[in-house]
């Protein structure tokens, strides 16, 4: 059992580390996007568009603050994903502290 918990902890802790540094790799991405929006915007606009474009959900994304909200969402999502796997991967890791070695 205290094998199963250490390679389980080690085997989370490295998902969530990568998971953690996937989000950091996208962060040029996001910034990209969002100013892609930003131009998109300000062509409706110029172009005097009174529908605006909207999310899968059917929320407007026609303000600054609306895209960059719908924009945070998959980068929070993968933050707590992360985050997750790595407190199970500790946690799977001190708890293999209160098992006996078996070769001992």
């Given at each position: 059992m205290k094998e199963?918990?250490?390679?389980?902890?080690?085997?989370?802790?490295?998902?969530g580390?990568?998971?953690?540094?996937?989000?950091a790799l996208r962060v040029r991405r996001s910034i990209k996007t969002k100013s892609g929006g930003d131009t998109f915007q300000q062509a409706l606009?110029?172009?005097?568009v009174k529908d605006a474009p909207r999310d899968s959900h059917g929320n407007s994304l026609a303000t600054a603050e609306s895209r960059e909200l719908w924009l945070a969402t998959g980068p929070l999502l993968r933050s707590w994903i992360g985050f997750g796997?790595?407190?199970?991967?500790?946690?799977?890791?001190?708890?293999?502290?209160?098992?006996?070695?078996?070769?001992?």
């Open positions: 199963f918990l250490e390679i389980t902890g080690s085997l989370a802790n490295f998902a580390g990568i998971v953690l540094l996937i989000d606009d110029k172009a005097r796997l790595l407190v199970a991967g500790f946690g799977c890791e001190i708890a293999s502290h209160f098992f006996k070695d078996a070769l001992h």
